[in-house]
C-alpha cells in the first residue's frame, strides 16, 4: 500500500526526532512491502522564520490532503517575546481546528525495563501497565461561552461546560472501538452527581455501548478516577472523558511512566484521519546535540500505523523494537538515571531500525 504523509518537523528538536521516526517508517515499509510518501511541511517557529505567520495555508492545504499528519514539536526561546496570538504554539490550535481533530489519545505504557522510572511502588504497578486516556479535545469549558460579569458579591468570571449528545456519542465511539483493538473494557469519566453535561455525558455513552456487547462499561467519578489511577491504575484499559477532565487525567497517566521522552499521542478526526505527535515539547536546551529521545515520537509513528493505516503488525513491531532496544540495556540520557549504555538521537534510531527484523 502507498500512503500520503504530511510530515511537521517543527523546531528545536522536532527535526531530528522526525528523522528518526521516517527512518523506522521506512524500514517498516521495506520490511512489510508499503510505500510511505512524505511531504515535509513548515509550522512553528520554522515557518515564522520562512513566511511570517506560524501556519502557512500551504500547511494545512497539504495536511489536509495527506492520510496522516506527523507532528515533531514546536516553539523555542528565539520566538518567545512575539504576543501570544502570533507565537509558533499557535500552530498547533490552527491544526486542531482546520483539520478537525475532536479526539486526543494518550496511552500510558510502563515498559518493564523502566520500572524504576514510576513513582508508584512495585505492587502497585507489577506486570506493567498499558491504558489510553481518550480526550474530548473541541468541545467543553476550553471553548464555552466565557466572560465577566457584576454579580451581588462583586465582580465575577464564568466559563460554561456544554457537550451535545452528537459530541459525546463521536468521542464515545472513538473510545470503544479503540477498546475493542486493545482489552474491551471502557471506563466513562465524570461528575454526573453534579454536573447536567455529566448526566447527558454518561447516557449517551451508555447508549453507544449498546452497539459493542463485548466491551464492559464502568463509570466513575472524575474525583474517584484520580484516585484509582495511583492507587490501582491496573484496573484502566480505555478511559473516555471530556476536555477538562481529560487534561487533568491524561498528565496524571503519563506521569505513571517515566520519561517525556517516551510518550506518544494522536489526535483523531472523523474517517481514521489523524495527527500524532510525541507529547513533549521543542526541548530547545538540548537542540542540536544528539541528546533527544526520539522514541516518543517513533512510537507516535506506530500508533499512526495502527489507528490511521490499520497496519496493527506493523505497529506491534515498532513497539517490540522499543522494548527490545530497552531491554538491550540502551539508554538516551533522559533515561539515563538507573544506569544503563548510553546513546544519542541517531543511534537510538539505528537500534530500533536494527532491532525490527
Ligand atoms: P519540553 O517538553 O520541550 O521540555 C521539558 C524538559 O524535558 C526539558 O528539560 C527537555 O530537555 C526535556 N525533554 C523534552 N523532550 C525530550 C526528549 N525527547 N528527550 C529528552 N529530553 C526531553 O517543554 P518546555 O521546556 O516547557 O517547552 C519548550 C518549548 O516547546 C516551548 O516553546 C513550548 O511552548 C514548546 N512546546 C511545544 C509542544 C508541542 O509542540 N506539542 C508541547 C509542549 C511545549
Same mark, same amino acid.
Given at each position: 500500500m502507498n500512503y500520503k504523509i504530511a510530515v511537521v518537523p517543527g523546531d528545536g528538536i522536532g527535526p531530528e526526532v522526525i528523522e528518526q521516526a521516517l527512518r523506522v517508517l521506512d524500514k517498516i515499509g521495506d520490511t512489510y512491502n508499503h510505500t510511505f510518501e512524505y511531504m515535509k511541511v513548515l509550522a512553528g517557529g520554522a515557518a515564522i522564520d520562512t513566511t %511570517? +505567520?506560524?501556519?502557512p495555508q500551504e500547511t494545512i492545504d497539504i495536511c489536509k490532503s495527506s492520510d496522516a499528519v506527523l507532528l515533531g514539536a514546536v516553539g523555542g526561546w528565539?520566538?518567545?517575546?512575539?504576543p501570544g496570538d502570533e507565537r509558533p504554539e499557535r500552530a498547533l490550535l490552527g491544526l486542531r481546528k482546520e483539520l478537525g481533530l475532536f479526539a486526543n489519545l494518550r496511552p500510558a505504557i510502563l515498559f518493564e525495563d523502566l520500572a524504576?522510572?514510576?513513582?508508584?511502588k512495585p505492587e502497585i504497578i507489577s506486570g506493567g501497565l498499558d491504558l489510553v486516556v481518550v480526550r474530548e479535545l473541541t468541545g467543553g469549558i476550553y471553548f464555552g461561552e466565557k466572560g465577566l460579569k457584576e454579580t451581588d458579591l462583586g465582580p465575577a468570571a464564568y466559563d460554561v461546560e456544554l457537550y451535545s449528545e452528537e459530541e459525546v456519542r463521536r468521542i464515545a465511539v472513538v473510545a470503544f472501538d479503540m477498546a475493542m483493538k486493545r482489552g474491551k473494557k471502557v471506563t466513562s469519566v465524570d461528575k454526573a452527581n453534579v454536573l447536567e453535561s455529566s448526566r447527558l455525558w454518561r447516557r449517551v455513552v451508555a447508549e453507544v455501548s449498546k452497539d459493542y456487547p463485548e466491551v464492559e462499561l464502568n463509570n466513575l467519578y472524575v474525583d474517584n478516577t484520580a484516585m484509582q489511577m495511583v492507587l490501582?491504575?491496573?484496573?484502566?484499559d480505555v478511559i473516555v472523558t471530556s476536555n477538562i477532565f481529560g487534561d487533568i487525567l491524561s498528565d496524571e497517566a503519563s506521569q505513571?511512566? +517515566?520519561?517525556? %521522552?517516551m510518550l506518544p499521542s494522536a489526535s483523531l478526526a472523523k474517517g481514521n484521519f489523524g495527527m500524532y505527535e510525541p507529547v513533549? %515539547?521543542?526541548a530547545p536546551d538540548i537542540a +542540536?546535540?544528539?541528546?533527544?529521545?526520539p522514541m516518543a515520537t517513533i512510537l507516535s509513528a506506530a500508533m499512526m500505523l495502527r489507528?490511521?493505516? +490499520?497496519l496493527s503488525k506493523e505497529a506491534d513491531a515498532i513497539e517490540k523494537a522499543v522494548k527490545d532496544v530497552l531491554a538491550a540495556g540502551y539508554r538516551t540520557p533522559d533515561l539515563m538515571a538507573n544506569g544503563g549504555k548510553e546513546i544519542g538521537t541517531k543511534e537510538a534510531g539505528d537500534l530500533i531500525v536494527d532491532f525490527i527484523a
Open positions: %511570517g +505567520g506560524c501556519l528565539k520566538w518567545d517575546t512575539l524504576q522510572a514510576c513513582p508508584l490501582n491504575p491496573k484496573q484502566f505513571i511512566t +517515566g520519561s517525556i %521522552g513533549h %515539547g521543542s +542540536g546535540q544528539n541528546k533527544a529521545n489507528y490511521t493505516f +490499520g
